[in-house]
């Protein structure tokens, strides 16, 4: 922790997480996300974060480095170019700077097993461990450290799924019945892909090249 080291969250959505790590002193922190939305809204809950609207394929429209630390919070699998992405965030990173990523994992049995699924899932791009090295290494960056998660995502998932039943009454007081069958079924899904082992997580860390 350092109040000086600046601190990129990359894709940060509403701010939640931006405002979690400043407040908590890991450094000062700058979000930006490609939803203007989702920073509008952040810049009115956390007034205290610097918020951009920017593409993170884009370096130009990323704010101006060096930054210390950047991090990706469940952001990388929702990119489709995501060696563009990781280069495009090297070119604001200090000498040095550090990267973590923290997000959803596939495998080689991925696009067989949503198939029948939720369409939502052919979106996703989870990044395949064994290649992160390489995606890295090719935008700059040396992985350091990889930390399964699969275990946790299971146990965080079950968890959430169990919820549509024991908060059955206070879902129904903020949505429809159609909205809450919906997320029922997705989550369960995702559950199901998570304990097929075509679905996992982990934390990659790694360091400016």
Not at 11 to 26: E, I, P, S, Y
Not at 64 to 88: C, E, H, R, S, W
């Amino acid at each position: 922790k350092s109040p000086r080291r600046r601190i990129l969250d990359a894709g940060c959505g509403r701010g939640g997480t931006a405002h979690f790590l400043q407040t908590n002193g890991w450094g000062l922190v700058t979000g930006v996300d490609r939803d203007a939305s989702s920073v509008a809204h952040a810049r009115e809950a956390y007034p205290d974060i610097a918020f951009a609207t920017a593409d993170l394929t884009d370096a130009q429209s990323l704010p101006d480095g060096p930054f210390d630390g950047i991090t990706m919070f469940n952001v990388l699998y929702a990119i489709p170019d995501q060696a563009a992405a990781l280069k495009a965030l090297r070119t604001v990173a200090a000498p040095g700077a550090r990267l973590m990523i923290f997000d959803y994992t596939g495998t080689s049995g991925y696009a067989k097993a949503i198939a029948s699924l939720h369409p939502e899932f052919g979106l996703w791009n989870p990044p395949v461990p064994a290649k992160m090295s390489a995606t890295l290494q090719v935008a700059g960056w040396h992985l350091v450290t990889t930390h399964s998660l699969n275990r946790e995502y299971e146990r965080w998932y079950a968890d959430l799924v169990s919820r549509f039943t024991t908060r059955e009454a206070a879902l129904a007081s903020v949505a429809d019945e159609a909205t809450i069958a919906y997320a029922r079924g997705f989550y369960a899904n995702l559950l199901h892909l998570i304990r097929e082992g075509a679905l996992g997580g982990a934390i990659f860390h790694a360091e400016a090249a």
